[in-house]
């Protein structure tokens, strides 16, 4: 018998790190690495997420963390702006895995190479963020089809509340203007 792989997933906006840590314990969100922590900014700024970052990870320093900034936020079925979402969702037979690539222009080769980082035999889904005004979006998307062009991908373009002047996408361990 095959072994049906669970989640949970719950959203909050972030406002203080205080309202963060009472969140997590209020929600008992448990560390591991099985915890997947996607973040949605509205603030295109370096040093807020490397703080935002830096805030969260002592609390879950297992847990792999992805995200990128935003032109409006999704929670719940409810559009906004001007906010962060936090999307923790748990699984219990999933492994999770996240890397990151600085490019200049090749958004097929940074593809490729996600996807080569990344896929292994039994994955299923690849969420990918690329910068919003510096990737082509086809060519990244030729790049993952390239090394397995049966996965399914999920994600999209960061944002800068159309200003069009730069985005980020980051992990727990980079923040990149131009990269995926």
Do not use: W
């Amino acid at each position: 018998m095959k072994a049906i792989s669970l989640m949970k997933s719950i959203n909050t906006y972030y406002t203080t790190k205080e309202e963060l840590e009472s969140f997590i314990n209020d929600e008992k969100i448990q560390d591991s690495s099985s915890l997947l922590i996607q973040i949605f900014s509205a603030f295109n700024d370096k040093t807020f997420i490397s703080t935002l970052l830096s805030e969260l990870t002592p609390f879950l320093p297992d847990a792999v963390i992805i995200g990128s900034t935003t032109d409006g936020e999704i929670m719940n079925g409810k559009v906004s702006s001007g906010k962060v979402v936090l999307s923790f969702t748990q699984f219990e037979h999933t492994t999770l895995k996240a890397a990151a690539i600085e490019h200049k222009a090749n958004g097929y080769y940074s593809g490729q190479y996600l996807a080569k980082e990344l896929i292994g035999e039994d994955t299923k889904l690849l969420i990918a963020f690329a910068d919003g005004l510096h990737t082509n979006g086809e060519e990244f998307l030729n790049g993952i089809d390239s090394v397995n062009d049966e996965v399914i991908v999920a994600g999209g373009h960061a944002g800068d509340n159309n200003n069009f002047i730069e985005t980020l996408v980051f992990t727990k361990e980079h923040i990149f203007t131009h990269g995926a």
